[in-house]
């Protein structure tokens, strides 16, 4: 079973910055890749950027040149830079892996993150 444990969300002003992280434990398989979701008030969870085991990664249009999505394979941990914040950003951000052959996927908690105008 592997947890996930979230933190780094928060209450920013428009233009402003935080850093998510998602630190990972009890994976027994590899984990093929990581990524952050997001989920707004009366809308459905979508993909905001999905890093892999090679280090590549990719990004929602609706972030890219903002945030940023990397990994310690030290600390078994992933990050989520998110810069020049706007409202409409505001949303519960989780975090995701998937593990092993049969690419079971495990979420974190989730932590709010809110953008003020």
């Known amino acids: 079973q592997v947890q996930l444990v979230e933190s780094g969300g928060g209450l920013v002003q428009a233009g402003g910055s935080l850093r998510l992280s998602c630190a990972a434990s009890g994976s027994r398989f590899a984990i093929n890749h990581r990524g952050w979701y997001r989920q707004a008030p009366g809308k459905q969870r979508e993909l905001v950027a999905r890093?892999?085991?090679?280090?590549?990664?990719n990004y929602a249009d609706f972030v890219k040149g903002r945030f940023t999505i990397s990994i310690d394979n030290a600390k078994n941990t992933v990050y989520l830079q998110m810069n020049s914040l706007k409202p409409e950003d505001t949303a519960v951000y989780y975090c995701?892996?998937?593990?092993?052959?049969?690419?079971?996927?495990?979420w974190g908690q989730g932590t709010q993150v809110t953008v003020s105008s």
């Open positions: 890093i892999f085991s090679s280090e590549s990664a």
């Open positions: 995701n892996v998937n593990v092993g052959r049969d690419h079971r996927d495990y």
